[in-house]
């Protein structure tokens, strides 16, 4: 029975509260606190009643010490960072300041290079060690579910796996010409980037969504998919023994990448503030704020997503291809715990993250990524949790 600090109270941050509340076993008390303390307490407000009890703070995790302060105040075991990347080392940094685990879905970006890497977290290896503290990264669906896939695949398949493609499809329709499934921020900064994948022990470098293929997904059909930069790449590099390459690619529909296309022509992607009226502003930070909230697409989305990883290799001497996936629809999130499928199946790892670690199944002092724990209790608590997985020998390949 424990008390987790939810940083956070976006999209992803309601699907985690949700499914706490659902395992009040493991979730005695959680309190969600963020930036805007009214969305905490709307939050809060849907939730309380239950066995776990539900409280909401104010904080600005950009500043450690107001994280730290809400710690010794609250005195969880852990922290579930659901904010946005700009905060995992302020939160990193009071988690060590006060003695209590941590654990996070996307790795650390500086707000004004948009770059992520693991290397500023992945420095704190030693200072977590030391202080006898888990920061568990990374524990979304991709990354996240992907990875534990990895280490599944890598532990009951294969002797050495050879290549990862994984690949994530969503074919919701949330009727707006133009909207992001979680923070637009974040999301555009992704998409805009160079692409990049790992082969031979070498990152090989694209322009944005240079590479395009169409891939036929069970339950959703033919799509498009584009190889993108994507940070399980980087430390499945290092903790997949034999890899020899490694892509992640992702469905992008005709009518989304216009719209990008046009709004990075006009420069409203751009993060380099410009003047406006005697005031500094980055035009994607006011894109941010005309573009739909990732948050209110619950309601209006349809439709299916298709994420997981598909791996070639050998198992005593012999070829082997797997494919293991979950198949998610919007609708049946959205009746469950009020939110679309991208938030979701965010959500529902990061919960599951936390009970591993409050658990003690996946406690160990340092700082680590997902695949270097047993993926079978988690594989477990998917099927349970409202992510399950199927597995095909025989998938459709990616030349
Ligand atoms: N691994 C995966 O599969 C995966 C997939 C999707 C998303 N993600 C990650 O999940 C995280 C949350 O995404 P989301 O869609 O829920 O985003 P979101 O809807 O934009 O919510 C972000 C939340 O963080 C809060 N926040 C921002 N800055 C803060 C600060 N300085 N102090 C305290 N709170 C702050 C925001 O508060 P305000 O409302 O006040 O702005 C908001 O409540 C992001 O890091 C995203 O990259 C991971």
């Not at 009890?53 to 659901?82: C, G, H, R």
Request: with cysteine; hydrophobic share 40%; glycine share 8%.
């Amino acid at each position: 029975m424990s008390r987790v600090l939810i940083i956070g109270a976006g999209g992803v941050a309601g699907v985690v509260a949700h499914k706490c509340c659902q395992n009040p076993d493991v979730f005695e008390a959680i309190c969600i606190a963020s930036r805007t303390l009214s969305k905490c307490e709307a939050l809060r407000d849907k939730l309380v009643g239950g066995r776990t009890e539900v409280t909401a703070a104010q904080v600005d995790a950009d500043d450690t010490q107001q994280v730290i302060d809400l710690i010794n105040s609250y005195k969880p075991e852990m922290v579930i960072n659901v904010a946005l990347p700009y905060q995992d080392l302020t939160i990193m940094d009071a988690c060590l300041a006060t003695g209590v685990h941590y654990l996070d879905t996307a790795n650390y970006e500086p707000p004004e290079i948009p770059k992520f890497e693991y290397k500023w977290q992945w420095a704190y290896r030693e200072k977590f060690e030391k202080a006898g503290l888990t920061a568990l990264l990374g524990s979304g669906f991709d990354p996240g579910v992907t990875s534990v896939f990895s280490a599944y695949a890598q532990k009951h398949y294969f002797d050495e796996i050879h290549t990862i493609d994984i690949i994530d499809a969503n074919a919701g329709d949330h009727g707006y010409h133009f909207a992001t499934n979680f923070n637009p921020e974040i999301n555009i900064r992704e998409i805009t980037a160079p692409g990049s994948y790992w082969e031979n022990g070498e990152w090989v470098e694209t322009e944005p969504l240079e590479i395009k293929k169409v891939y036929n997904f069970p339950e959703i059909g033919n799509k498009d998919i584009y190889l993108l930069h994507h940070e399980e790449i980087e430390s499945l590099a290092i903790n997949i023994k034999g890899i020899k390459k490694i892509r992640f690619w992702m469905t992008f529909s005709e009518k989304y990448l216009t719209h990008l296309r046009v709004l990075e022509n006009v420069g409203m992607t751009s993060i380099e503030p410009i003047d406006f009226n005697g005031q500094k502003i980055a035009p994607i930070h006011f894109l941010k704020a005309v573009l739909p909230d990732p948050a209110s697409l619950g309601p209006r989305t349809k439709g299916k997503t298709n994420i997981g990883c598909i791996f070639q290799g050998v198992k005593d001497g012999k070829p082997v291809k797997y494919h293991v996936y979950n198949v998610c629809d919007h609708e049946a999130c959205y009746a469950e715990v009020g939110s679309q499928a991208i938030s979701y199946t965010t959500g529902v790892p990061a919960m599951i993250g936390a009970m591993m670690m409050l658990t003690g199944k996946w406690l160990k002092p340092g700082v680590y990524n997902v695949e270097e724990f047993d993926p079978d209790p988690f594989m477990e608590q998917l099927n349970k949790q409202g992510l399950p997985w199927q597995e095909s020998f025989d998938p459709e390949l990616i030349d």
